[in-house]
């Protein structure tokens, strides 16, 4: 039997090369859709730029007075002239002033009414222990000696307390100890040269001011003359536990 079909025009004869363009051809157009990118319009707004024409102001030209440069130095020759000695000059001769073993000293006699002593009042500081009169502290007038001595005592006790104040960086540090100082009362019954020593600069510093504020008293006296008078009081910081 003839088969009446044409193999010239048979359909699934190219059917794998046409499979093989179509899959290509989808791939390379789903590749370009994959690629495909969209950016986002903004819109600007387009001004209209006037220029307008600056008016330059016409700067004045103001003159300078320069001083002119100044002039270069210039070589001065000095003539020299030879002149002839007309003058005679005297030399003059000098003369020691020194005095030599064959010059007399000339005697002077020196009568006593000619010397003139002069009195120096030096001041003696007298510790307060051994002190014939101490220094009399304001309210201890018109009492015995021992009496004025009890009364000066207690005065500084009283004193040292109506001003004693704790410092606070001493309480916030934990500072206590006792302070001795040292002062002097004058001839003039202030209160001089104090000085102090302890656990810390705090402690002593607040020592020498309640000393510092002792009134002036009247001043303490030795054979009849008043005297410096050296004195020395403990003060205790002592911070109570609670």
Not at 83 to 90: G, L, P, S
Not at 131 to 152: A, H
Not at 160 to 188: C, M, W
Request: charged share 30%; proline share 7%; hydrophobic share 40%.
């Amino acid at each position: 039997m003839i088969s009446k079909k044409n193999p010239k025009i048979e359909v699934g004869r190219n059917s794998s090369l046409y499979f093989a363009i179509g899959l290509n051809l989808m791939l390379l157009l789903s590749w370009q859709a994959l690629e495909f990118k969209t950016y986002e319009k903004e819109l600007t707004s387009i001004d209209i730029i006037e220029m307008v024409e600056q008016v330059e102001e016409d700067i004045p030209i103001v003159p300078i007075n320069t001083p002119p440069p100044p002039s270069l130095p210039v070589a001065v020759v000095e003539s020299i002239e030879i002149v002839e000695d007309v003058v005679e000059i005297e030399e003059t001769v000098i003369e020691s002033s020194e005095t030599t073993q064959e010059e007399a000293i000339e005697e002077r006699v020196v009568n006593i009414e000619d010397i003139e002593l002069e009195e120096v009042v030096e001041e003696v500081e007298v510790p307060f222990a051994v002190l014939e009169n101490v220094p009399v502290f304001p309210g201890c007038e018109g009492r015995s000696k021992s009496e004025i001595k009890m009364c000066f005592q207690a005065k500084i006790q009283e004193h040292v307390h109506k001003h004693f104040n704790y410092p606070d960086t001493a309480v916030e540090l934990g500072i206590q100890g006792r302070v001795f100082v040292l002062f002097v009362i004058d001839s003039k019954g202030y209160t001089v040269n104090v000085k102090s020593r302890g656990p810390d600069k705090i402690l002593e510093k607040e020592a020498e001011r309640i000393i510092k504020l002792l009134p002036q008293m009247k001043p303490g006296t030795q054979r009849g003359k008043p005297v410096k008078v050296s004195y020395a009081i403990p003060i205790h910081f002592k911070m109570e536990s609670i």
